[in-house]
């Protein structure tokens, strides 16, 4: 069974000495140096002959991009709430969603989400991809609205798939 490390910062390095494939996420997917020493400092290892990234990223997909940061939101929330207070709370219905104080604001502004219509979210899932030369996504989403949650990876997988099949022609 393949082992993967999911990696910042200094993980990258022990994946890169030990011959390990790597899942990022999160801070490491803005900084595009982190993964080039990775792949350069990377020694083959039995199980694994060349560097190898995957990304891993929260994706929610909705008929509009206001439906689908609406979506994103109590995550974004939460993850506020937890880096604020030290307790990281169930997830809320949008409505619910108080007064926020000013850090709590930027961390949800800050949030890393993918977005978007399915449109949308195929140009960013690529960007993201192209731009750090990673061979697999990991999706993941969270939202408080199991329904639209449905949804939404019913959507993705649906883009994907087509992202996956070869053009007729």
Known sequence: MPVFVLATGHGLQVAAQLGL?????????DDPDALDRYRQAFVPSPAQPAPWVGVSADVLVAETAADARRLALPEAWAMAQARTTGTFPALQPVDSIGAMTPAQRRYVEQSRAITGTPAQVADQVGELLERTGATELVASSS?????????????????????ASPVPG
């Not at 494939?21 to 997917?29: M, T």
């Open 21 to 29: 494939p790597v899942v990022v996420g999160g801070p490491v997917l």
């Open 143 to 163: 939202t408080y609205d199991r329904g639209a949650l449905a949804e939404s990876d019913a959507a993705l997988a649906e883009l994907l798939s087509r992202a």
